[in-house]
């Protein structure tokens, strides 16, 4: 009988084997579906955050390609509204105008940026446009320079800037004004081509004007910082401008629109304690001088400052811009400042704070003083200027936050992140980029849809008109869109029930201006990246 003879271990030992083999293949195969599900989930996780959502950077240096397309559209407005003998034009439809201005005086005044979508050179708000700009460049020229718009900016900034050394012939005299108001409006013309006659108005010691000799000295106090690595000798003469219109505007104190009443019914001042105070502390940035910082604090603090009041940021009222600018200084501290200076400085912080949380929607100190969509809305007249210019101060209250890693602050005792600061600066911005309820840009240029007719002569008029003043009127009634885009402008805005009226006769809402681009920009160049700001400008 054969008898058959089974390998060691035998039947029951192959099925333990083929059973332990089962359970090695299974884990292979778990493992291997975890390998997998990992690397997608990673692929995915670095796909959605590399793309910013609302604009908003994931990371320190990713870009918001948004926003810096819409920041390359800002800065052309500019150029837009250059005066002077063009170099390097980059608007084809602009060409040389305003060579005689100042000439009956002997005075340079060529250059520098008409006001709006008129021809008319105002000092004041010009002043203001050069002073954001300096601010913008200072805190966040670093991003400029990424996407390229850097060199545009202090190009900008220094036909602005000089145009105000010009206009600033001696110590206590001051140019503020190129035109007549009455004689320009009643002319619908291209700069190019316009024969009216331009006087000129200036301030003195006969006829002071405080905030606007201060705003001029903010303007070229903060330029010189600017300029500081570029062009030392240029620093120095602006900061010297500075030193000289800040003792001119502090000694002879006396507001332009008392002084010149006629200048009442175009950019009307309400006091001049805000510039002083602006103007000051630009210059103890700039210079490091300590009476300037106890100018602010101890010295007029309690005379000027309004602390606990929070007002709405303009190139009327420099409040809030003074409380963010000096509670920059509370942040990233000061050389040997005195209790009493410290004391002060923490007023102003308080006071930015109480502004912000006015801000903030679910703030229990919010404003109500916004459409339904959120946006910020104070007057019908320019309505965007007060919400780009309050979320260009929370952007930069936010960045001082995280710089100073300072995690929250605190409203009503809610705490906030300097991420919940970005998010309503965000909605403001994307709000004027055609997230609204008429899908409509109010940034000439950028998106599909943005308005047509902008209240603007040279945009208006076409390039080979022949018109003069009074029969050039017909391009303001012309039912055609403007023939030549004024890009970067940034126009009035929308009622407060979220409608636009895209009409060339309304210059409330269809009227830009330089010093909205200037917010405009300083805002963008905030969001265009997620970084920190210096702590020094010096």
């Not at 332990?20 to 996780?45: E, H, Q």
């Not at 602005?160 to 503020?176: C, F, G, P």
């Not at 602006?278 to 103890?284: G, I, P, V």
């Not at 200084?329 to 006071?351: C, D, P």
Request: hydrophobic share 40%.
């Amino acid at each position: 009988m054969e008898t058959k003879i089974e390998p060691s271990g035998g039947k029951e030992d192959r099925r333990s084997r083929c059973k332990g083999w089962w359970w090695w293949w299974f884990f292979v195969f778990v493992f291997g579906v975890l390998v997998v599900a990992l690397a997608v989930v990673t692929i995915l996780r670095h796909y959605f955050h590399s793309r910013p959502s609302s604009g908003v950077p994931s990371h320190p240096g990713d870009v918001a390609e948004e926003y810096v397309n819409a920041l390359g559209i800002a800065m052309q407005f500019f150029d837009v509204q250059k005066s002077g003998k063009l170099v390097n034009n980059r608007i084809a439809w602009r060409g040389d105008s305003g060579l005689e201005d100042g000439r009956q005086a002997g005075v340079d005044l060529s250059k520098g940026m008409y006001d709006a979508g008129d021809l008319m050179k105002f000092g004041f708000p010009m002043a203001f446009t050069a002073t954001v700009l300096s601010w913008a460049i200072l805190e966040y020229g670093d991003q400029m320079d990424a996407v390229r718009q850097l060199d545009h900016a202090h190009d900008s900034l220094k036909w602005i800037t000089d145009y105000l050394i010009n206009a600033h012939v001696s110590q206590n005299v001051l140019y503020i004004q190129v035109g007549d108001p009455k004689i320009d409006h009643d002319c619908w013309e291209r700069p190019e081509t316009t024969t009216e006659k331009r006087p000129l108005t200036q301030v003195n010691v006969s006829f002071p004007g405080t905030e606007v000799a201060a705003e001029t000295a903010a303007a070229m106090a903060s330029a010189s910082m600017v300029f500081r690595k570029l062009n030392s000798t240029y620093s120095g003469l602006l900061l010297n401008h500075a030193q000289q219109l800040f003792a001119f505007a502090d000694t002879y104190r006396g507001s332009y629109s008392i002084s010149i009443p006629q200048l009442q019914q175009f950019y009307n001042s309400s006091g001049y304690g805000d510039e002083l105070l602006w103007a000051a502390s630009w210059l103890y940035l700039a210079t490091e001088d300590r009476s300037y910082l106890r100018y602010v604090t101890v010295g007029n603090g309690r005379i000027f400052a309004n602390w606990g009041t929070p007002s709405w940021f303009s190139w009327d009222d420099k409040y809030p811009g003074v409380q963010v600018l000096l509670s920059r200084i509370n942040f990233f501290g000061a050389k040997e400042t005195s209790v009493s200076e410290n004391v002060g400085l923490q007023k102003y912080r308080e006071t930015a704070e109480m502004m912000i949380c006015r801000l903030l929607p679910d703030s229990a100190t919010a404003t109500s003083s916004r459409t339904e969509s959120g946006l910020i809305w104070v007057t019908e007249w320019n309505s965007l200027l007060h919400p780009v210019a309050s979320a260009f101060l929370t952007v930069l209250y936010s960045d001082y936050m995280l710089t100073s890693r300072t995690p929250v602050l605190y409203c009503s005792g809610k705490s906030y992140k300097p991420a919940d600061l970005r998010e309503f600066a965000i909605s403001q911005v994307d709000y004027v980029l055609g997230k609204n309820p008429v899908k409509l840009s109010y940034l000439v240029g950028y998106g599909i849809r943005y308005p047509q007719y902008v209240h603007h002569r040279g945009s208006s008029i076409p390039i080979n008109a022949t018109t003069g003043c009074q029969d050039g009127f017909k391009w303001l009634h012309s039912p055609d869109p403007n023939p030549n885009v004024a890009a970067g402008a940034v126009v009035g805005g929308p009622f407060l029930n979220e409608t636009y009226i895209d009409s060339r006769k309304s210059s409330t809402h269809a009227e830009p201006s330089t010093y909205n681009s200037a917010l405009l920009v300083g805002l963008l160049s905030g969001l265009v990246s997620r970084s920190s700001v210096p702590k020094s400008f010096v």
